[in-house]
């Protein structure tokens, strides 16, 4: 059973970089998307971006100049960080699996395996 | 960028039947997933593709499509079934498409 195990800082100061590591445990890290998610206190989910096991990334357009992924295939461990971190990026963190097929003229992409997630905080 | 639409909050008596929708332009190309996400955990995956459930999630749960709205619905839905729900997809007018999360919709059991 495929498991995710994710740690990081917790507490940021405003303008420092958060980074964040994510380790898969019993499954394989080619074929999938590996994604980073976060929540705000009471909002909803905002995905930040993604990486696949040869190192292809893409990121949501509203945080790509601040964000970077990347991926150590010899650990099996993907990496998030984000610059210039505020008040606004203060969330609980998740690292997810993410999958891609076709069925029929349609597509389906879901994450089935998530990280328990990581609070960080941004205060000065 | 393409959105996912919820309502915010629905409600159901206590072994009635919900539906929960979400619209999105992207989903006239994706099958939504939908996740369920209890307060304090991490959202986990209730239905996925045309309509499948990963191993445990309960057959009250089920899925469907039709033209840019995706439904879930939950059949005799159960106290432990109040929780919120977030439907997901890929954007298609993106080159690689970007992943789209709904807004989530808090379903609350009376």
């Known amino acids: 059973q495929v498991q995710l195990q994710q740690w990081g800082a917790g507490l940021l100061k405003p303008s420092e970089t958060l980074s964040l590591t994510c380790a898969v445990y019993g499954g394989s890290f080619s074929g999938y998307y590996w994604s980073w998610i976060r929540q705000p206190p009471g909002k909803g989910l905002e995905w930040i971006g993604e990486i696949n096991h040869s190192g292809s990334t893409n990121y949501n357009p509203s945080l790509k100049s601040r964000v970077t992924i990347s991926v150590d295939t010899s650990k099996n461990q993907f990496s998030l960080k984000l610059s210039s971190v505020t008040a606004a990026d203060t969330a609980v963190y998740y690292c997810a699996r993410g999958g891609v097929a076709a069925a029929g003229p349609y597509y389906y992409y879901y994450m089935d395996v998530w990280g328990k997630g990581t609070t960080v905080t941004v205060s000065s | 960028s393409s959105e996912l639409t919820q309502d915010p909050a629905v409600s159901v008596a206590l072994g009635q039947t919900v539906r929960i929708t979400c619209q999105g332009d992207s989903l006239r190309s994706y099958y939504a997933s939908w996740y369920q996400q209890k307060p304090g955990q991490a959202p986990v995956l209730v239905i996925y593709g045309k309509n499948n459930r990963p191993s445990g999630i309960p057959d009250r749960f089920s899925g469907s499509s039709s033209g840019n709205t995706a439904s879930l619905t939950i059949t005799g839905a159960q106290a432990e079934d109040e929780a919120d729900y977030y439907c997901?997809?890929?954007?298609?007018?993106?080159?690689?498409?970007?992943?789209?999360f709904g807004g989530g919709t808090k379903l609350t059991v009376l």
């Open positions: 997901n997809s890929r954007d298609s007018s993106g080159n690689p498409p970007d992943v789209v």
